[in-house]
Protein backbone atom coordinates (compact mmCIF):
# COMPACT_ATOMS: atom_id res chain seq x y z
CA UNK A 1 0.00 0.00 0.00
CA UNK A 2 2.77 2.74 0.85
CA UNK A 3 4.24 1.42 -2.68
CA UNK A 4 1.27 2.32 -4.34
CA UNK A 5 0.57 5.56 -2.56
CA UNK A 6 4.29 6.80 -3.58
CA UNK A 7 3.88 5.53 -6.98
CA UNK A 8 0.47 7.42 -7.58
CA UNK A 9 2.56 10.29 -5.99
CA UNK A 10 4.96 10.48 -7.92
CA UNK A 11 2.97 9.93 -11.17
CA UNK A 12 1.55 13.50 -10.05
CA UNK A 13 4.83 14.82 -9.26
CA UNK A 14 5.73 13.76 -13.23
CA UNK A 15 1.87 14.88 -14.61
CA UNK A 16 2.37 18.13 -12.84
CA UNK A 17 5.41 18.96 -14.12
CA UNK A 18 4.52 17.72 -17.97
CA UNK A 19 1.52 20.35 -17.13
CA UNK A 20 4.11 22.97 -16.48
CA UNK A 21 6.31 22.33 -19.27
CA UNK A 22 4.07 22.07 -22.17
CA UNK A 23 2.21 25.70 -20.01
CA UNK A 24 6.12 27.20 -20.86
CA UNK A 25 6.35 25.43 -24.69
CA UNK A 26 2.39 27.01 -25.40
CA UNK A 27 3.60 30.70 -24.23
CA UNK A 28 6.70 30.28 -25.74
CA UNK A 29 4.68 29.20 -28.98
CA UNK A 30 2.54 32.37 -28.65
CA UNK A 31 4.88 34.46 -27.67
CA UNK A 32 6.82 33.73 -31.32
CA UNK A 33 3.82 33.77 -33.52
CA UNK A 34 2.51 37.38 -32.14
CA UNK A 35 6.05 39.24 -31.55
CA UNK A 36 5.21 41.83 -33.40
CA UNK A 37 2.27 42.75 -31.36
CA UNK A 38 4.43 42.60 -28.60
CA UNK A 39 7.26 44.66 -29.77
CA UNK A 40 5.15 47.33 -30.45
CA UNK A 41 2.89 47.77 -27.53
CA UNK A 42 6.11 47.32 -25.70
CA UNK A 43 8.04 50.23 -26.85
CA UNK A 44 4.63 52.12 -25.73
CA UNK A 45 5.08 50.73 -22.48
CA UNK A 46 8.60 51.52 -22.39
CA UNK A 47 7.59 55.15 -22.80
CA UNK A 48 4.05 55.65 -21.02
CA UNK A 49 5.42 56.44 -17.75
CA UNK A 50 8.08 58.66 -18.91
CA UNK A 51 5.89 62.26 -18.43
CA UNK A 52 3.82 60.86 -15.55
CA UNK A 53 6.90 59.90 -13.24
CA UNK A 54 8.67 63.14 -14.15
CA UNK A 55 5.68 65.25 -13.92
CA UNK A 56 7.27 67.66 -11.00
CA UNK A 57 11.01 67.82 -12.76
CA UNK A 58 8.96 68.20 -16.36
CA UNK A 59 7.33 71.24 -14.59
CA UNK A 60 10.50 72.59 -13.99
CA UNK A 61 11.75 72.03 -17.35
CA UNK A 62 8.77 73.92 -18.67
CA UNK A 63 8.59 77.02 -15.53
CA UNK A 64 11.66 76.84 -13.61
CA UNK A 65 11.49 77.63 -9.83
CA UNK A 66 7.66 78.09 -10.04
CA UNK A 67 4.82 75.85 -7.98
CA UNK A 68 3.79 72.81 -9.70
CA UNK A 69 1.50 73.73 -12.68
CA UNK A 70 -1.25 70.58 -12.16
CA UNK A 71 -3.58 72.31 -14.80
CA UNK A 72 -0.98 72.67 -17.71
CA UNK A 73 0.67 69.39 -17.50
CA UNK A 74 -3.11 67.66 -17.08
CA UNK A 75 -4.00 69.65 -20.10
CA UNK A 76 -0.63 68.41 -22.19
CA UNK A 77 -1.86 64.73 -20.98
CA UNK A 78 -5.60 64.92 -22.16
CA UNK A 79 -4.94 66.68 -25.11
CA UNK A 80 -2.41 64.14 -26.41
CA UNK A 81 -4.80 61.22 -25.09
CA UNK A 82 -7.63 62.91 -27.40
CA UNK A 83 -5.58 63.08 -30.67
CA UNK A 84 -4.99 59.32 -30.19
CA UNK A 85 -8.48 58.62 -30.17
CA UNK A 86 -8.86 60.40 -32.94
CA UNK A 87 -6.19 58.92 -34.84
CA UNK A 88 -7.15 55.58 -33.69
CA UNK A 89 -10.87 55.66 -35.57
CA UNK A 90 -7.90 56.28 -38.81
CA UNK A 91 -5.77 53.57 -38.35
CA UNK A 92 -8.82 51.26 -36.84
CA UNK A 93 -10.69 51.19 -40.27
CA UNK A 94 -7.39 51.28 -42.29
CA UNK A 95 -6.21 47.61 -40.27
CA UNK A 96 -9.68 45.81 -41.45
CA UNK A 97 -8.82 46.91 -44.71
CA UNK A 98 -4.91 46.90 -45.41
CA UNK A 99 -1.93 44.97 -43.99
CA UNK A 100 -1.72 45.36 -40.58
CA UNK A 101 2.09 44.63 -40.33
CA UNK A 102 2.46 47.93 -42.56
CA UNK A 103 0.23 50.13 -40.24
CA UNK A 104 2.73 48.67 -37.25
CA UNK A 105 5.86 49.96 -38.59
CA UNK A 106 4.58 53.24 -39.73
CA UNK A 107 3.00 53.50 -36.17
CA UNK A 108 5.69 52.58 -34.43
CA UNK A 109 8.75 54.49 -36.71
CA UNK A 110 6.55 57.68 -36.23
CA UNK A 111 6.10 57.57 -32.48
CA UNK A 112 9.77 57.06 -32.31
CA UNK A 113 10.56 60.19 -34.15
CA UNK A 114 8.37 62.26 -31.68
CA UNK A 115 10.41 61.13 -28.84
CA UNK A 116 13.43 61.93 -31.07
CA UNK A 117 12.38 65.81 -31.61
CA UNK A 118 11.31 66.02 -28.24
CA UNK A 119 14.87 65.81 -27.07
CA UNK A 120 15.59 69.01 -29.34
CA UNK A 121 13.07 71.07 -26.89
CA UNK A 122 14.51 74.44 -25.07
CA UNK A 123 14.31 73.91 -21.60
CA UNK A 124 12.80 76.97 -19.19
CA UNK A 125 11.09 79.56 -21.75
CA UNK A 126 7.46 78.94 -20.32
CA UNK A 127 5.04 78.91 -22.70
CA UNK A 128 7.60 78.43 -25.72
CA UNK A 129 8.94 75.37 -24.01
CA UNK A 130 5.35 73.97 -23.24
CA UNK A 131 4.21 74.62 -26.13
CA UNK A 132 6.84 72.31 -27.73
CA UNK A 133 6.11 69.50 -25.72
CA UNK A 134 2.53 70.02 -26.21
CA UNK A 135 3.76 69.19 -30.32
CA UNK A 136 5.64 66.30 -29.71
CA UNK A 137 3.22 64.67 -27.41
CA UNK A 138 0.70 65.35 -30.06
CA UNK A 139 2.82 63.86 -32.54
CA UNK A 140 3.35 60.73 -29.99
CA UNK A 141 -0.68 60.58 -29.30
CA UNK A 142 -1.32 60.76 -33.45
CA UNK A 143 1.17 57.72 -33.99
CA UNK A 144 0.10 56.03 -30.71
CA UNK A 145 -3.16 55.82 -31.37
CA UNK A 146 -2.87 53.24 -33.71
CA UNK A 147 -0.92 50.16 -31.46
CA UNK A 148 -4.08 48.79 -29.93
CA UNK A 149 -6.74 48.96 -32.71
CA UNK A 150 -4.36 47.51 -35.19
CA UNK A 151 -3.17 44.59 -32.25
CA UNK A 152 -6.00 43.90 -31.78
CA UNK A 153 -7.13 43.06 -35.62
CA UNK A 154 -3.64 41.27 -35.88
CA UNK A 155 -4.57 38.79 -33.16
CA UNK A 156 -7.64 38.07 -33.61
CA UNK A 157 -6.17 36.59 -37.05
CA UNK A 158 -2.84 35.26 -35.31
CA UNK A 159 -3.89 33.13 -31.98
CA UNK A 160 -6.90 30.95 -31.28
CA UNK A 161 -10.07 31.78 -28.96
CA UNK A 162 -8.74 29.48 -26.35
CA UNK A 163 -5.51 31.72 -26.33
CA UNK A 164 -7.01 35.31 -26.13
CA UNK A 165 -6.56 35.80 -22.49
CA UNK A 166 -3.45 34.31 -22.43
CA UNK A 167 -1.86 36.23 -24.50
CA UNK A 168 -3.39 39.58 -23.19
CA UNK A 169 -1.96 38.04 -19.98
CA UNK A 170 1.07 38.09 -21.58
CA UNK A 171 0.59 41.43 -22.95
CA UNK A 172 -0.47 42.85 -19.86
CA UNK A 173 2.06 41.13 -17.94
CA UNK A 174 4.99 41.60 -19.57
CA UNK A 175 4.03 45.89 -20.64
CA UNK A 176 3.56 46.17 -16.82
CA UNK A 177 7.10 45.31 -16.04
CA UNK A 178 8.50 47.01 -19.10
CA UNK A 179 6.50 49.99 -18.10
CA UNK A 180 8.07 49.71 -14.70
CA UNK A 181 11.58 49.61 -15.94
CA UNK A 182 10.80 51.90 -18.72
CA UNK A 183 9.63 54.35 -15.52
CA UNK A 184 12.83 53.79 -13.56
CA UNK A 185 15.15 54.68 -16.45
CA UNK A 186 13.66 57.56 -17.23
CA UNK A 187 13.56 58.59 -13.71
CA UNK A 188 17.34 58.50 -13.53
CA UNK A 189 17.91 60.12 -16.39
CA UNK A 190 15.53 62.77 -15.60
CA UNK A 191 16.80 63.36 -12.27
CA UNK A 192 20.54 63.46 -13.65
CA UNK A 193 19.55 66.48 -16.15
CA UNK A 194 19.74 63.92 -18.83
CA UNK A 195 16.27 63.98 -20.19
CA UNK A 196 17.50 65.15 -24.01
CA UNK A 197 19.79 62.01 -24.30
CA UNK A 198 16.81 59.79 -23.11
CA UNK A 199 14.70 61.30 -25.40
CA UNK A 200 17.23 60.66 -28.16
CA UNK A 201 18.15 57.33 -27.45
CA UNK A 202 14.70 55.59 -26.69
CA UNK A 203 13.04 57.95 -29.99
CA UNK A 204 15.85 56.25 -32.48
CA UNK A 205 15.68 52.93 -30.62
CA UNK A 206 11.82 52.64 -31.30
CA UNK A 207 11.77 53.95 -35.11
CA UNK A 208 14.47 51.14 -35.39
CA UNK A 209 12.22 48.85 -34.72
CA UNK A 210 9.54 50.13 -36.57
CA UNK A 211 11.83 49.05 -39.64
CA UNK A 212 12.41 45.62 -38.49
CA UNK A 213 8.26 45.24 -38.07
CA UNK A 214 8.27 45.01 -41.83
CA UNK A 215 9.80 41.28 -42.09
CA UNK A 216 7.00 39.59 -39.81
CA UNK A 217 4.15 38.30 -41.22
CA UNK A 218 0.84 38.82 -42.35
CA UNK A 219 -1.99 36.30 -41.08
CA UNK A 220 -5.00 36.09 -43.52
CA UNK A 221 -8.23 37.61 -42.21
CA UNK A 222 -10.95 35.02 -40.10
CA UNK A 223 -8.16 32.20 -40.40
CA UNK A 224 -8.54 31.56 -36.44
CA UNK A 225 -12.46 31.87 -35.74
CA UNK A 226 -13.57 28.55 -35.36
CA UNK A 227 -16.60 28.58 -37.49
CA UNK A 228 -14.31 29.31 -39.99
CA UNK A 229 -11.13 27.59 -39.70
CA UNK A 230 -11.88 24.66 -42.52
CA UNK A 231 -12.93 27.10 -45.45
CA UNK A 232 -10.28 29.81 -45.10
CA UNK A 233 -7.34 27.03 -44.24
CA UNK A 234 -7.66 26.78 -48.14
CA UNK A 235 -5.19 29.05 -50.04
CA UNK A 236 -7.43 29.62 -52.64
CA UNK A 237 -10.17 31.09 -50.43
CA UNK A 238 -10.51 34.53 -48.78
CA UNK A 239 -12.22 36.48 -46.20
CA UNK A 240 -13.13 39.48 -48.60
CA UNK A 241 -16.58 40.68 -46.16
CA UNK A 242 -16.12 44.08 -45.55
CA UNK A 243 -18.20 46.15 -42.63
CA UNK A 244 -21.38 48.20 -44.62
CA UNK A 245 -24.16 49.48 -43.31
CA UNK A 246 -26.56 46.66 -42.73
CA UNK A 247 -23.77 44.40 -40.77
CA UNK A 248 -22.94 47.70 -38.78
CA UNK A 249 -26.84 47.63 -38.18
CA UNK A 250 -26.88 44.03 -37.32
CA UNK A 251 -23.52 43.44 -35.39
CA UNK A 252 -21.59 46.45 -33.94
CA UNK A 253 -25.26 48.42 -33.05
CA UNK A 254 -26.00 45.66 -30.13
CA UNK A 255 -26.68 45.97 -26.69
CA UNK A 256 -23.28 45.04 -25.52
CA UNK A 257 -20.91 46.91 -27.75
CA UNK A 258 -22.91 49.84 -26.44
CA UNK A 259 -22.61 49.05 -23.13
CA UNK A 260 -18.85 48.75 -23.64
CA UNK A 261 -18.96 52.29 -25.73
CA UNK A 262 -20.30 53.93 -22.75
CA UNK A 263 -18.28 52.45 -20.04
CA UNK A 264 -15.11 52.89 -21.12
CA UNK A 265 -15.19 56.57 -20.63
CA UNK A 266 -16.23 56.24 -17.40
CA UNK A 267 -13.53 53.12 -16.55
CA UNK A 268 -11.04 54.94 -17.91
CA UNK A 269 -11.14 58.00 -15.86
CA UNK A 270 -10.96 55.61 -13.02
CA UNK A 271 -7.93 53.57 -14.52
CA UNK A 272 -6.28 56.66 -15.67
CA UNK A 273 -6.39 58.64 -12.11
CA UNK A 274 -3.84 56.42 -10.34
CA UNK A 275 -0.91 57.17 -12.71
CA UNK A 276 -1.57 60.80 -12.84
CA UNK A 277 -2.52 61.76 -8.96
CA UNK A 278 -0.63 58.80 -7.09
CA UNK A 279 3.07 60.08 -8.29
CA UNK A 280 1.83 63.68 -7.99
CA UNK A 281 0.96 62.51 -4.78
CA UNK A 282 3.68 61.11 -3.49
CA UNK A 283 6.22 63.43 -5.05
CA UNK A 284 4.82 66.56 -3.98
CA UNK A 285 5.02 68.18 -0.71
CA UNK A 286 4.68 66.87 2.22
CA UNK A 287 6.22 63.62 0.71
CA UNK A 288 9.09 64.50 -1.27
CA UNK A 289 9.45 61.19 -2.88
CA UNK A 290 12.39 61.22 -5.31
CA UNK A 291 11.48 59.77 -8.99
CA UNK A 292 13.53 57.20 -8.55
CA UNK A 293 12.41 56.22 -5.16
CA UNK A 294 8.84 56.06 -6.41
CA UNK A 295 9.68 54.14 -9.33
CA UNK A 296 12.21 51.39 -7.81
CA UNK A 297 8.67 51.26 -4.77
CA UNK A 298 6.44 50.22 -7.59
CA UNK A 299 9.11 47.67 -9.49
CA UNK A 300 9.44 46.30 -6.02
CA UNK A 301 5.49 46.01 -5.30
CA UNK A 302 3.89 46.31 -8.93
CA UNK A 303 6.16 44.04 -10.91
CA UNK A 304 5.42 40.54 -8.73
CA UNK A 305 1.37 41.91 -8.49
CA UNK A 306 1.48 42.24 -12.10
CA UNK A 307 3.26 38.60 -13.07
CA UNK A 308 1.17 37.46 -9.80
CA UNK A 309 -2.24 38.67 -11.48
CA UNK A 310 -1.38 37.95 -15.57
CA UNK A 311 -0.33 33.93 -14.30
CA UNK A 312 -2.96 33.50 -12.14
CA UNK A 313 -5.81 35.10 -13.82
CA UNK A 314 -5.28 34.60 -17.42
CA UNK A 315 -5.53 30.81 -17.80
CA UNK A 316 -8.42 30.82 -15.37
CA UNK A 317 -10.01 33.52 -17.45
CA UNK A 318 -9.93 31.26 -20.14
CA UNK A 319 -11.28 28.49 -18.60
CA UNK A 320 -14.30 29.80 -16.72
CA UNK A 321 -15.02 31.86 -20.50
CA UNK A 322 -15.51 28.55 -22.39
CA UNK A 323 -18.32 27.60 -19.85
CA UNK A 324 -19.75 30.86 -20.21
CA UNK A 325 -18.57 33.92 -21.24
CA UNK A 326 -20.89 35.96 -18.92
CA UNK A 327 -17.74 35.02 -16.29
CA UNK A 328 -15.43 37.30 -18.51
CA UNK A 329 -18.19 40.40 -17.59
CA UNK A 330 -18.18 39.02 -14.07
CA UNK A 331 -14.27 39.36 -13.79
CA UNK A 332 -14.41 43.08 -15.50
CA UNK A 333 -16.87 43.93 -12.71
CA UNK A 334 -15.12 42.95 -10.10
CA UNK A 335 -12.08 44.27 -11.33
CA UNK A 336 -13.23 47.73 -11.58
CA UNK A 337 -14.78 47.88 -7.96
CA UNK A 338 -11.70 46.72 -6.72
CA UNK A 339 -9.81 49.26 -8.37
CA UNK A 340 -12.17 52.01 -6.75
CA UNK A 341 -11.55 50.79 -2.96
CA UNK A 342 -7.79 50.05 -3.54
CA UNK A 343 -7.14 53.74 -4.70
CA UNK A 344 -9.65 54.98 -2.03
CA UNK A 345 -7.51 53.46 0.25
CA UNK A 346 -4.42 54.61 -0.85
CA UNK A 347 -5.47 58.28 -0.57
CA UNK A 348 -6.76 57.83 3.04
CA UNK A 349 -3.60 55.84 4.50
CA UNK A 350 -1.09 58.54 6.49
CA UNK A 351 1.77 58.79 4.65
CA UNK A 352 4.79 60.23 6.49
CA UNK A 353 6.44 63.60 5.49
CA UNK A 354 9.89 63.68 4.00
CA UNK A 355 12.31 66.03 3.47
CA UNK A 356 13.78 66.44 -0.08
CA UNK A 357 16.84 64.83 0.64
CA UNK A 358 14.88 61.84 2.69
CA UNK A 359 12.92 61.31 0.05
CA UNK A 360 15.92 60.06 -1.88
CA UNK A 361 16.14 57.53 0.76
CA UNK A 362 14.27 54.23 -0.06
CA UNK A 363 16.18 52.58 2.86
CA UNK A 364 14.26 55.23 5.30
CA UNK A 365 11.53 55.05 3.30
CA UNK A 366 10.95 51.28 3.81
CA UNK A 367 11.67 51.55 7.64
CA UNK A 368 8.06 52.36 8.02
CA UNK A 369 5.54 50.00 8.69
CA UNK A 370 2.77 52.01 6.73
CA UNK A 371 5.14 51.84 3.42
CA UNK A 372 4.97 48.08 3.44
CA UNK A 373 1.02 48.52 3.62
CA UNK A 374 1.27 50.58 1.36
CA UNK A 375 3.25 48.17 -1.18
CA UNK A 376 0.62 45.65 -0.45
CA UNK A 377 -1.85 47.66 -1.76
CA UNK A 378 0.08 48.02 -4.68
CA UNK A 379 0.68 44.61 -5.56
CA UNK A 380 -3.24 44.05 -5.25
CA UNK A 381 -4.00 46.56 -6.95
CA UNK A 382 -1.31 45.43 -10.23
CA UNK A 383 -3.13 41.88 -9.47
CA UNK A 384 -6.22 43.20 -10.16
CA UNK A 385 -6.03 45.93 -12.95
CA UNK A 386 -4.92 42.62 -14.70
CA UNK A 387 -8.72 41.37 -15.00
CA UNK A 388 -9.70 43.73 -16.67
CA UNK A 389 -7.37 43.91 -19.09
CA UNK A 390 -7.32 40.37 -19.87
CA UNK A 391 -11.10 40.18 -20.30
CA UNK A 392 -12.18 43.12 -22.25
CA UNK A 393 -10.29 42.25 -25.44
CA UNK A 394 -11.09 39.36 -26.04
CA UNK A 395 -15.27 40.05 -24.90
CA UNK A 396 -15.15 42.58 -27.51
CA UNK A 397 -13.17 40.05 -30.28
CA UNK A 398 -16.15 37.39 -29.31
CA UNK A 399 -18.96 39.62 -30.20
CA UNK A 400 -17.80 41.33 -33.23
CA UNK A 401 -17.22 39.98 -36.99
CA UNK A 402 -13.68 39.54 -38.03
CA UNK A 403 -13.77 42.43 -40.50
CA UNK A 404 -15.05 44.53 -37.71
CA UNK A 405 -12.09 44.14 -34.72
CA UNK A 406 -10.09 47.34 -36.23
CA UNK A 407 -13.11 49.10 -36.16
CA UNK A 408 -14.67 48.06 -33.17
CA UNK A 409 -11.50 48.30 -30.83
CA UNK A 410 -10.87 52.23 -32.87
CA UNK A 411 -14.05 52.77 -31.29
CA UNK A 412 -13.83 52.25 -27.95
CA UNK A 413 -10.31 53.25 -28.17
CA UNK A 414 -11.83 56.34 -29.01
CA UNK A 415 -14.30 56.44 -26.03
CA UNK A 416 -11.75 55.01 -23.49
CA UNK A 417 -9.11 57.86 -24.31
CA UNK A 418 -11.50 60.75 -24.23
CA UNK A 419 -11.88 59.35 -20.28
CA UNK A 420 -8.04 58.56 -19.93
CA UNK A 421 -7.21 62.06 -21.18
CA UNK A 422 -10.64 63.83 -19.30
CA UNK A 423 -9.12 61.81 -16.27
CA UNK A 424 -5.89 64.21 -15.78
CA UNK A 425 -7.86 67.27 -16.67
CA UNK A 426 -10.31 66.70 -14.51
CA UNK A 427 -7.75 66.01 -11.73
CA UNK A 428 -5.71 68.70 -12.10
CA UNK A 429 -8.38 71.53 -12.37
CA UNK A 430 -9.82 70.21 -9.51
CA UNK A 431 -6.52 70.15 -7.50
CA UNK A 432 -6.14 73.73 -8.77
CA UNK A 433 -9.79 74.27 -7.36
CA UNK A 434 -8.94 72.75 -4.17
CA UNK A 435 -6.34 73.92 -3.09
CA UNK A 436 -4.21 70.86 -3.85
CA UNK A 437 -6.11 68.67 -1.54
CA UNK A 438 -5.85 65.05 -3.25
CA UNK A 439 -8.34 63.03 -1.48
CA UNK A 440 -11.18 65.55 -2.26
CA UNK A 441 -10.26 65.18 -5.89
CA UNK A 442 -9.44 61.55 -6.15
CA UNK A 443 -13.19 61.10 -3.95
CA UNK A 444 -14.87 62.75 -6.92
CA UNK A 445 -12.68 61.72 -9.56
CA UNK A 446 -12.95 58.35 -9.32
CA UNK A 447 -16.51 57.86 -7.99
CA UNK A 448 -17.21 59.59 -11.79
CA UNK A 449 -15.13 56.39 -12.65
CA UNK A 450 -16.44 53.49 -10.97
CA UNK A 451 -20.02 53.99 -12.97
CA UNK A 452 -18.55 51.84 -15.72
CA UNK A 453 -18.72 49.30 -13.53
CA UNK A 454 -22.56 49.66 -13.18
CA UNK A 455 -23.17 49.64 -16.88
CA UNK A 456 -20.67 45.99 -17.11
CA UNK A 457 -23.50 44.82 -14.73
CA UNK A 458 -26.26 45.62 -17.65
CA UNK A 459 -24.16 43.02 -20.16
CA UNK A 460 -25.13 40.23 -18.48
CA UNK A 461 -28.16 40.34 -19.53
CA UNK A 462 -27.29 40.85 -23.67
CA UNK A 463 -23.87 38.90 -23.95
CA UNK A 464 -24.50 35.28 -24.68
CA UNK A 465 -27.31 36.39 -27.27
CA UNK A 466 -24.69 38.73 -29.01
CA UNK A 467 -22.21 36.45 -28.72
CA UNK A 468 -23.94 34.08 -30.83
CA UNK A 469 -25.59 36.11 -33.43
CA UNK A 470 -22.05 36.42 -34.64
CA UNK A 471 -21.60 32.80 -34.50
CA UNK A 472 -24.26 32.20 -37.05
CA UNK A 473 -23.07 35.02 -39.01
CA UNK A 474 -20.30 32.81 -39.59
CA UNK A 475 -21.80 29.91 -40.24
CA UNK A 476 -23.54 31.00 -42.76
CA UNK A 477 -20.43 32.50 -44.71
CA UNK A 478 -18.80 29.30 -44.32
CA UNK A 479 -21.62 28.37 -46.40
CA UNK A 480 -21.12 30.89 -48.95
CA UNK A 481 -17.06 30.41 -48.88
CA UNK A 482 -17.31 26.72 -49.66
CA UNK A 483 -19.90 27.24 -52.83
CA UNK A 484 -17.09 29.57 -53.97
CA UNK A 485 -14.41 27.54 -53.69
Known amino acids: MVKYSKLRENRKNMEKNIFTQDDKTKNLDLITKTWPSLVSYLSYAFTLATLYINIIIISNIIWPNDDFHSSEIGLLFGISTYVMAFSGLIFGNLADKVSRIKLLSLSVFFFGIGFILNGFAPPEMGTYTYLYFFICVLIRGFFSGGFWPIINSYITDKTNEDERSQFFGILNATFQIIQLIGMIIAAIM ?107 FMIMFGVPGTVFGSIIFSRFSDDLAKRNIKNRVYMIIFSLVGIFLIFLIVFSLPIPHFTIQEGNDLILILSFPITWILGLVAFLARSILGLYNINQPPLLQKINLPEAQGFISSANQFLESIGYGTGPILAGTLLLLFNQNYQITVTLTMSMGILGAFFWVFAIKWIEEDSNRISIILQNRKDQLKEKS
Open 190 to 296: FQSGLWKLYFWIVGSFISFLGIILLKADEPKRASTREELKDVISNENILYEYRLNKDSIKETILKPTNIIAFIEGIFTTVLLSIPDFLLIAYFESEPHNFSPIVASI
